[in-house]
């Protein structure tokens, strides 16, 4: 290596290396002497010369009133290296105190493609954690129906479990579902699963965002359980009248309810009310329920008592039933509200409404009449 670059190298300037070298080929010098031989001014090499003699690289002497300067062996190098190594040895603990240590940051990477999206889409097979789902399914359905086929397969086999927030009433294997309002219907589908959060926006072409971070995905999932199995949520249309039904003989032993009437039932339609009677009845869940006693509600049911099997029905005037109808679980109870523009029903989880409404409708039951 070049003498003059592994000086510099050392921490000396370029001006203080030509000094230094010059003074080990001529000798004692003065600074006069060694301006000329470097062709810089005298102030300047004296300012050169002060700082080389700071650095311990120079010493002086005076002959006849004059100073003049002489260079340090060019061992002198390595004690000062040596010297500043056991300094930094000595400050090393003070300073490893100090550093504080950089917080990794999350991976961010996009998928602006489908064949990209899809690569980010079987991470979450390979990674075989609980999936979150907050958004849309029926949108990943659409856009890749032949690749959501085989992704979903693949979760089923490896039994891969999937909790779903969505406006959308879904239905698949291995899999809980909690609906969303028509108000908080979304466009996009947010995965978290083990420390990934992966968002895709469905357009022409489907654009994913892929997040590795623990601190994001365990906010992520926070946020979802805040929002997973609300005590009170409100269910719109049909699709949400037949929601309800299904939910309510769910993990209990009898379903019960008052103000029941022909013109609920052409509202959640005949077609349904059989199909649920076959899930219930296969589910073991005895049925008790108080409808109106008027004709046409009494000729609706009537024939229904005898046809499906655990189904009891009462009837009581509807002054006494009020203007709603009542329907109860062992956990839930469910406000069914229905008017000619509009249907909607109100579902609560809390277990003292579950209770009084419980107790109010064996009240009624007492009082109403085959």
Partial sequence: MNKEIALQQF?????????????????????????????????FTYDRLKKLSESGLVSFIIKDNKKYFKAAPPSQLLSLLKERE??????????????????????VEVYSTTKGVQTALNLMLKEKKLIYLHGSLSLFQEKMSTYFT?????????????????S?????????????????KLVTSTFA???????????????????????????????????????????????GIQRAFRELIQDTKEFTGFGYSKQLSDVYTVEFSNKWHEER????????????????????FEPRIKEKKKFSVHFLSKELQGPACITLSDK???????????????????????AVYKKYFEELWKKAKV
């Fill in 150 to 166: 085989i992704w979903n397969s693949r979760r089923i086999k490896e039994k891969i479990k999937m909790k779903i927030l969505s």
């Fill in 11 to 43: 921490g000396l300037t370029y001006a203080e290396v030509r000094v230094y070298v010059t003074l080990l080929q001529i000798g004692d010098a003065t600074a006069s002497d060694i301006a000329k031989r470097t062709g810089a001014n005298r102030t």
């Fill in 86 to 107: 056991e300094q930094i040895k000595e400050i090393l603990p003070e300073l490893e105190q100090l550093k504080k240590e950089q917080e990794k940051g999350p991976e």
């Fill in 168 to 184: 959308e009433d879904v239905i698949l294997e291995h899999t809980e579902t909690d609906l969303l309002l028509d108000e908080e």
């Fill in 332 to 354: 839930m109870v469910a406000t069914f509200v229905y008017t000619e523009k509009k249907f909607h029903v109100i579902v609560n989880k809390n277990k003292e409404t579950v």
């Fill in 281 to 300: 009845i296969s589910k073991g869940v005895t049925t008790r329920i108080i409808a109106f006693d008027e004709k046409e509600t009494r000729i609706y």
């Fill in 193 to 239: 699963f083990g420390e990934y959060v992966l968002t895709i926006m469905w357009g022409d072409l489907p654009i994913g965002i892929l997040i590795k971070s623990k601190e994001i995905a365990e906010n992520t999932v926070a946020f979802f359980n805040t929002v997973w199995n609300r005590p009170v949520k409100i269910y719109l249309g049909v699709t």
